[in-house]
């Protein structure tokens, strides 16, 4: 089984930045995908980011390019979303996920495994 852990979620202003962690457990992830997602009240789940375990590949949301930026790091087994010029629109929940294939690293019905979720929040 694989475990997810989301922390670092908060309230921040517009322009503000947060880091988000997600600390993975219970299997070797060299061929994973590992995924960032969120999602709003009365919307689908997004994709946000995502970054292959081995490798330097890296995926982002049309949204968010510029601003966030995923890494890794894999003595810690650990992925982080850093999150700057935070706008209202990217108040969500976020989700930490892994993809044990990695073909569709950015189609959320790929993923296998999530995380609780960590709640951000955005004022303006």
């Known amino acids: 089984q694989v475990q997810l852990v989301e922390s670092g979620g908060g309230l921040v202003q517009a322009g503000g930045s947060l880091r988000l962690s997600c600390a993975a457990s219970?299997?070797?992830?060299?061929?994973?995908?590992m995924g960032w997602f969120r999602q709003a009240p009365g919307k689908e789940r997004e994709f946000v980011a995502g970054q292959r375990w081995s490798g330097s590949s890296r995926y982002y949301a049309d949204s968010v390019k510029g601003r966030f930026t995923i890494s890794r790091d894999n003595a810690k087994n650990t992925v982080y979303l850093q999150m700057n010029s935070l706008k209202p629109e990217d108040t969500a929940v976020y989700y930490c996920?892994?993809?044990?294939?990695?073909?569709?690293?950015?189609?959320?019905?790929?993923?296998?495994?999530w995380g609780q979720g960590t709640q951000v929040t955005v004022s303006s």
């Open positions: 996920a892994a993809d044990s294939r990695g073909y569709y690293p950015t189609t959320r019905t790929e993923y296998d495994y």
């Open positions: 219970g299997r070797t992830f060299s061929h994973y995908v």
